[in-house]
């Protein structure tokens, strides 16, 4: 009963009512399905930080990244811009030029931030891209533009991902612990001559890392072959089983050095887990009841308690922590690592049983255009805000939150800015449970689906019409387009007056 008070009054608020936050934290992590967590029904891989997170805030059953792979997702998260609407966007590479506006170019989420005020920082996975120009990326002095020209204070980032070099930690545009006298070279094209590739060393690959394809099979590091070539470097490369620590205890040192020069913060925490290769610290090794993508599971789970306590620690217990991934889950994405095996048939986008919908399950996963694609784990909390222990059915999408966040702090965005974000604050918060008028999801394949209330419709092979009533049919399984000719006519103008 008291929660429903609470509840009814927090709804009651004006929205003018609400003030800044001292701290604003998105916690991002890679490849996280459904239901990969406890918190979403997996019981085999306990996560009992996210477990308080959903406690103590709101935990929403049709939320959505903007596509099904990160380096989109990512792009249209920090711009507020649907990443399809560029013709170059695709999975980037770990050499590849940035793709973000830097601050003179155009207002974004960070440097939206900035101007309020806020001391801003990036810490985990990027895959955005470094540096401009023709030439290929130096590794061996400052790269820029990057994180910082955006409108990061802080940033200490992977280039991309953990399975692509170069296999450094890079710290406001410089390699962590390069030697000069062992410079880095990185190439996507050509090997190095005389560097073990796992093509042609497979003695020196981890006993669960072989490459289940030409694709992973390419520069050995820390015995794990990744996606590229890379010579050099030897002091600066990272060590996997270390990584979500040192990413966790840079972030730690952000909020600790933040508090110190008394200063709001906004935190954007990009987790490499879930995400291949999976080398989870020896500490979490077996501590999930479904093999090593169980086990990074519950080390993400380790780094999100870890944070949370640092933030109260320090003194922003009045933080807006939102937690979410890139994209739907794959369970085998490079390596023989096991994961199919130890699974044990575990489907990471199902069951939902939550909200609106009765039972049922997602279908799909990273890469592809159905629910499980894109719709993720996604939980809100702000102690004093938002109701606690509530589930919302409130639809929604990542591209908006710039937008919210940056009305929220009151910072003015400029003309032509975020221009596909939405100002969404009723639904985060639980206040509102209708949340976005509609929304779009991008598959790999650029097939763009629009979500409106119940219905989904997009254009399939050979340019049919798809169209499902997900109250009744979540896996979508059942076209209703020919028994609804008007109606899926009317989603088809709608969704191409909306991509234009």
């Not at 891989?45 to 709101?58: F, I």
């Not at 596509?67 to 920090?78: A, D, F, G, I, K």
């Not at 221009?419 to 929304?439: K, V």
């Amino acid at each position: 009963m008291f929660k429903k008070i609470l509840s009814f009054l927090m709804m009651a608020l004006p929205l003018m009512a609400v003030e800044k936050p001292r701290a604003i934290v998105i916690f991002y992590t890679d490849d996280l399905g459904y239901n990969d967590t406890s918190t979403y029904g997996c019981e085999n891989v306990p996560c009992p930080n996210l477990d308080k997170l959903a406690d103590e805030g709101v935990l929403f059953t049709d939320a959505h990244s903007t596509h099904s792979v990160c380096t989109p997702s990512r792009y249209s998260l920090l711009t507020g811009e649907y990443a399809w609407r560029r013709k170059d966007m695709r999975i980037l590479p770990g050499d590849a030029k940035l793709i973000l506006p830097t601050r003179e170019e155009r207002a974004t989420l960070p440097s939206l931030m900035q101007q309020a005020g806020y001391r801003t920082g990036v810490i985990g996975k990027w895959h955005l891209g470094l540096g401009r120009g023709e030439a290929p990326t130096n590794w061996n002095h400052r790269i820029s533009p990057g994180p910082n020209e955006v409108g990061f204070d802080y940033s200490f980032i992977l280039a991309a991902t953990g399975d692509r070099v170069p296999c450094v930690y890079i710290e406001n545009g410089h390699v962590v612990g390069l030697d000069a006298q062992d410079p880095i070279e990185v190439s996507y094209t050509e090997p190095f001559p005389g560097e073990p590739l796992g093509s042609t060393h497979p003695q020196l690959i981890k006993p669960w890392a072989h490459s289940n394809g030409p694709q992973h099979n390419c520069a050995i590091i820390d015995g794990i072959p990744r996606i590229g070539y890379m010579k050099g470097g030897k002091a600066a490369l990272w060590k996997d089983q270390d990584m979500a620590d040192r990413l966790t205890d840079q972030a730690i040192r952000f909020i600790r050095e933040s508090a110190a020069m008394d200063k709001p913060i906004f935190l954007y925490f990009a987790t490499n887990d879930i995400h291949v290769p999976r080398d989870p610290h020896q500490r979490f090794k077996g501590k999930s009841g479904m093999g090593i993508r169980g086990d990074v599971t519950v080390q993400m789970d380790d780094c999100l308690g870890r944070l949370r306590a640092a933030l109260a620690e320090n003194g922003y217990e009045d933080c807006l922590f939102i937690f979410s991934s890139d994209n739907g889950p794959v369970i085998n994405d490079g390596y023989f690592d096991g994961s199919i095996r130890d699974c044990k048939g575990h489907n990471p986008v199902a069951p939902l049983g939550m909200g609106q919908y009765k039972g049922g399950k997602l279908s799909g996963g990273k890469y592809g255009i159905m629910e499980g694609s894109t719709r993720v784990p996604f939980v809100v909390c702000w102690p004093g805000h938002t109701p606690r222990g509530e589930k919302s059915p409130a639809l929604l999408s990542q591209v908006d939150l710039a937008r919210t966040l940056a009305e929220l702090v009151a910072s003015p965005v400029p003309e032509g800015a975020l221009p596909d974000s939405r100002n969404i604050l009723p639904a985060l918060l639980g206040q509102d449970a209708t949340g976005a008028p509609y929304i779009i999801e991008c598959g790999h394949g650029s097939t763009l689906a629009l979500r409106k209330g119940k219905f989904k419709f997009y254009r399939g092979r050979n340019k049919t019409s798809q169209l499902f009533d997900l109250n009744v049919d979540l896996q979508e399984t059942r076209n209703i387009a020919p028994q609804n000719p008007e109606l899926a006519k009317e989603l088809d103008n709608e969704l191409q007056e909306l991509v234009k």
